[in-house]
């Protein structure tokens, strides 16, 4: 799939995402500051969130309103919401700081009035949240933008999944990715299941990469080893400064570790290959290999005491040495000269 030009799956650079959501604290020099960290640090794209406290609930202090269990216990999704909301009259403002920063900006609509507002933008892309995956009609109208569509799957089973992708092709998305997600906050590594990754692209013949939610950068960069096309992470300049979302939030100089780690694992994971690399080529001498240890005069007999199998690799390889031991020597050989087949006769 392609984002504004940018190649994305299997084969090309991992597609790097900073998470904004709500750790601009409703001030928007901060969230211009995080953009342009997101860039210092090496990310790809920012990600905004589209919605309103009113486009996602009702204000209602009902207990079923009421947030338990997680960070947010005992706040009320409204209040929550419109603590962590991104304004919408900001979102052309920080496309221009997006664009000046040399850094591709995009959303996640969590209605059909987001997605008609950031059409009007003229976004690049649309991404759906794991808790909007079980909504077909908004993936449906988003899809049917023509845009690539990014779908988060935690909590999501596999029919709800199928669900999805096949509501948004139905609709009109011929470029899909699914990531990996586990919505819990913060997530911890033993529910992370990354093999899923692979399992997601091949069943479903989309990129696939990670959402994460953990502590750290420990998983998204062995995620890169499990077929990672794309990560996402939160973002916030400081977690002290507090935030609905900065608790699991990397800081820019762990970001900027974290992508830098991504980009080496990429190189690792490379392709299947067998034999030598360009690199290990100047390490093939070390090898062991059949070497004349003792002086030997020509017609002697080659013995376990006269010849050995030891390092460096100019000799015989050690496989020839049941072929050496009982032959003469066709001339004299002196203490540390490497065999060959004219020495045998």
């Known amino acids: 799939m392609r984002i504004s030009g940018r190649r994305i799956g299997p084969g090309y650079p991992v597609f790097v995402i900073a998470e ?30 589209t ?28 209040s929550l919401y419109k603590k962590a909301y991104t304004p919408w009259e900001w979102h052309p403002k920080l496309k221009e700081a997006a664009q ?33 995956l079980v909504d077909i009609p908004l993936i449906e109208y988003a899809a049917s933008k023509g845009k690539p569509m990014i779908m988060s799957t935690g909590m999501a089973t596999l029919d709800e999944i199928k669900e999805a ?64 096309s794309i990560i996402e992470k939160h973002l916030t300049l400081s977690r002290a400064k507090g935030g609905p979302d900065s608790a699991f939030s ?23 290959h067998y034999g030598l690399t360009e690199k290990e080529e100047k390490s093939k001498v070390f090898r062991r290999s059949l070497f004349v240890v003792k002086d ?23 496989k020839h040495i049941k072929d050496v031991l009982g032959k003469k020597a066709s001339k004299d050989i002196k203490k540390g000269t490497p065999l060959d087949q004219s020495m045998l006769r």
Not at 21 to 49: C, M, P, T, Y
Not at 51 to 78: C, H, M, N, P, V
Not at 113 to 132: G, N, Q, R, W
């Open 20 to 49: 904004m959501s709500g750790n601009h604290n409703q001030d928007f020099d901060e969230a211009v500051r995080i953009i342009q960290a997101a860039k210092g640090a090496g990310a790809d794209a920012i990600k905004l969130q």
């Open 51 to 78: 919605y309103t406290a009113d486009t996602l609930t009702i204000d209602s202090d009902s207990e079923y309103f009421r947030i338990k269990g997680t960070l947010w216990e005992g706040q009320t999704l409204y």
């Open 100 to 132: 000046e920063a040399g850094i591709i900006l995009f959303s996640t609509p969590f209605d059909k009035t987001a997605v008609d507002y950031l059409e009007k933008m003229e976004v690049p892309a649309y991404k759906i949240a794991s808790f909007e």
């Open 165 to 228: 992708v096949d509501a948004a092709r139905g609709a009109g998305a011929k470029d899909i990715a699914l990531l990996k997600c586990t919505s819990a906050y913060p997530a911890p590594p033993e529910e992370m299941n990354l093999r899923t990754i692979a399992d997601l692209s091949e069943r479903f013949g989309v990129v696939s990469g990670l959402s994460d939610h953990s502590m750290g950068i420990a998983v998204p960069a062995a995620s890169v080893a499990l077929g990672a």
């Open 250 to 272: 990397l800081e820019p100089s762990e970001f900027a570790a974290m992508v830098e780690t991504v980009r080496v694992a990429e190189k690792a994971v490379g392709a299947v």
């Open 296 to 318: 030997v005069k020509a017609g002697d007999i080659f013995t376990e005491d006269n010849v050995r199998s030891i390092r460096p690799g100019h000799g015989l390889k050690p």
